[in-house]
């Protein structure tokens, strides 16, 4: 539900950002593409075990500690000036910032020394009652599960990863993260078998709606599958070699 407005003259308090430990989530949130980000991360921060999460009323800031990033801000909030604060907190070259919108009108926002990341978007859809598939003759599956989290792994009979995928789950939502088929097994119809049975596992998990964040190719399967693209996300991080977003 919308929040009342707040009676005018009455002083905004500042924003004061809100720790959650391993595990812990946030409020909330339905409706509109803000929402459906803020759904994604409490979900995606679950699935890769990361811990110190920061939220305030317009950004995510995980703390990833990879080679490759320090940290991830996700902007709920697309505006300039969320754009622009997130920017001047992103000081590592190694740091990510990701926002919902069209790229050619938010990459120019970041300014010099961030380099744009592949497309990709933000996807969502309805987890009906469904039993899991039948697993694809030569293979078996196993799945794990801790906590609100859980992995299908496909591996074939002789015993090699064939393909594996994770959800994560919070109250009545779920992400899928992480889909990956192995080159050998490519061209089997195992994407389309681990997000399928992942959906169950959701579903028995209490989800009963997806969300995620997809690569073109992941997006071309899992439209497929019945999920809806609702907004192409701009991803940059900084460049230590002095380039960035064209402006």
Do not use: N
């Not at 994604?40 to 490759?68: D, Y």
């Not at 992995?151 to 109250?171: I, N, P, Q, S, W």
């Amino acid at each position: 539900m919308p929040r009342p407005a707040r009676p005018p003259g009455k002083p905004v308090p500042p924003v004061v950002p809100v720790e959650y430990p391993r595990g812990v989530c946030g409020p909330a949130a339905t409706g509109d593409v803000g929402a459906h980000l803020d759904e994604w991360v409490r979900c995606w921060v679950l699935a890769r075990g990361a811990s110190g999460a920061v939220r305030t009323p317009h950004w995510w800031r995980v703390p990833t500690g990879t080679a490759t990033e320090r940290s991830r801000w996700v902007l709920t909030t697309a505006s300039r000036a969320a754009v622009r604060a997130a920017v001047a907190e992103a000081t590592a070259e190694t740091d990510h910032v990701k926002t919902a919108g069209d790229p050619a009108a938010w990459l120019p926002e970041l300014g010099p020394g961030w380099r744009p990341e592949p497309p990709t978007w933000l996807m969502t859809t309805a987890l009906t009652a469904a039993p899991a598939p039948a697993v694809p003759a030569g293979y078996r599956v196993e799945t794990g599960t801790s906590s609100r989290t859980s992995v299908v792994t496909v591996t074939a009979d002789d015993g090699t990863l064939a393909a594996r995928g994770y959800t994560a789950g919070v109250e009545d939502f779920a992400t899928f993260d992480r889909i990956v088929t192995e080159p050998g097994h490519q061209r089997r119809g195992l994407g389309s078998f681990v997000m399928t049975h992942l959906a169950a596992v959701a579903r028995d998990g209490g989800a009963r709606r997806g969300v995620l964040v997809a690569s073109a190719q992941g997006r071309a399967l899992y439209t497929t599958l019945g999920w809806e693209s609702r907004s192409p996300i701009t991803g940059a991080h900084r460049c230590a070699d002095g380039g960035g977003a064209e402006r």
